[in-house]
T-cell receptor, first 112, second 112 residues
Framework: DQQVKQNSPSLSVQEGRISILNCDYTNSMFDYFLWYKKYPAEGPTFLISISSIKDKNEDGRFTVFLNKSAKHLSLHIVPSQPGDSAVYFC???????????FGAGTTVTVRA | DVKVTQSSRYLVKRTGEKVFLECVQDMDHENMFWYRQDPGLGLRLIYFSYDVKMKEKGDIPEGYSVSREKKERFSLILESASTNQTSMYLCAAGKGIGGGYTFGSGTRLTVV
C-alpha cells in the first residue's frame, strides 16, 4: 500500500499563474519530504525539500508547505512557466533510513 | 553534482532471458538505488546498497537481484525476465537525504 499519495494525476495551468500540487502521506513517522521533477526520457531531478520540523521552505519560484497534523504537503510554483511542464513526484523518508517512498506523480502542463 | 550513467536507454529482451542493467556514478557516494517507474504507481524501490557488497531489499525485490562489487557501480539483474518486468528502470546515487539523490536517465526495458 502506497504511503505517499498524489491524488491528482494531472494539472493544467496558464503561464504566469500559480500551480499547486498536493501530496498526502499515511506514515506519521516520516520526517523529511522532497519534490522531484521529471521530464520525458530523463531521470527525476531534485527540486526542493522540507524537514518535518518546518512548515514552509522556499526556493525561488518554488515553495513547499507542510501540514503535519493533516499529513499533507503541497508545492506551489509561482509564476508558472512553460519549462515547468513536467511530472512532479512527492517523496518522503525517515532520516535514519535511506529509502524514499514516492507518490504516483502529477503531470503539470503550463499553457501559453 | 553527481553524474549517474545507465548503460542502455532502451532494451528489448525475450521472456526467460537473464538481463543486466548497469549503473555507474562518478562520485564517491555510498548510497545507490534501483527504482522502477510505472504509470499510476510512481517510483517503487527494488533494491538499494549503502556500501560495497552491501545490499538491502526494497519494496518489490521479487524477480530481481543486485551486485555492487565496486563503489561506483551498481547492477540490477533480472534472473529470468518476464513480461510484467517491462518498465522504466531508474538508478540513483547520493550521500544522504538532505540534498536529494541524483538519478540516471533511465533504461526503458521491454520484455517480449
Amino acid at each position: 500500500d502506497q504511503q505517499v499519495k498524489q491524488n491528482s494525476p494531472s494539472l493544467s495551468v496558464q503561464e504566469g499563474r500559480i500551480s499547486i500540487l498536493n501530496c498526502d502521506y499515511t506514515n506519521s513517522m516520516f520526517d523529511y519530504f522532497l519534490w522531484y521533477k521529471k521530464y520525458p526520457a530523463e531521470g527525476p531531478t531534485f527540486l526542493i525539500s522540507i524537514s518535518s520540523i518546518k512548515d514552509k521552505n522556499e526556493d525561488g519560484r518554488f515553495t513547499v508547505f507542510l501540514n503535519k497534523s493533516a499529513k499533507h504537503l503541497s508545492l506551489h510554483i509561482v509564476p508558472s512557466q512553460p519549462g515547468d511542464s513536467a511530472v512532479y513526484f512527492c517523496a518522503a523518508t525517515l532520516l535514519n533510513d535511506y529509502k524514499l517512498s514516492f507518490g504516483a506523480g502529477t503531470t503539470v502542463t503550463v499553457r501559453a | 553534482d553527481v553524474k549517474v550513467t545507465q548503460s542502455s536507454r532502451y532494451l528489448v529482451k525475450r521472456t526467460g532471458e537473464k538481463v543486466f542493467l548497469e549503473c555507474v556514478q562518478d562520485m564517491d557516494h555510498e548510497n545507490m538505488f534501483w527504482y522502477r517507474q510505472d504509470p499510476g504507481l510512481g517510483l517503487r524501490l527494488i533494491y538499494f546498497s549503502y556500501d560495497v557488497k552491501m545490499k538491502e531489499k526494497g519494496d518489490i525485490p521479487e524477480g530481481y537481484s543486485v551486485s555492487r562489487e565496486k563503489k561506483e557501480r551498481f547492477s540490477l539483474i533480472l534472473e529470468s525476465a518476464s513480461t510484467n518486468q517491462t518498465s522504466m528502470y531508474l538508478c540513483a546515487a547520493g550521500k544522504g537525504i538532505g540534498g536529494g539523490y541524483t538519478f540516471g536517465s533511465g533504461t526503458r526495458l521491454t520484455v517480449v
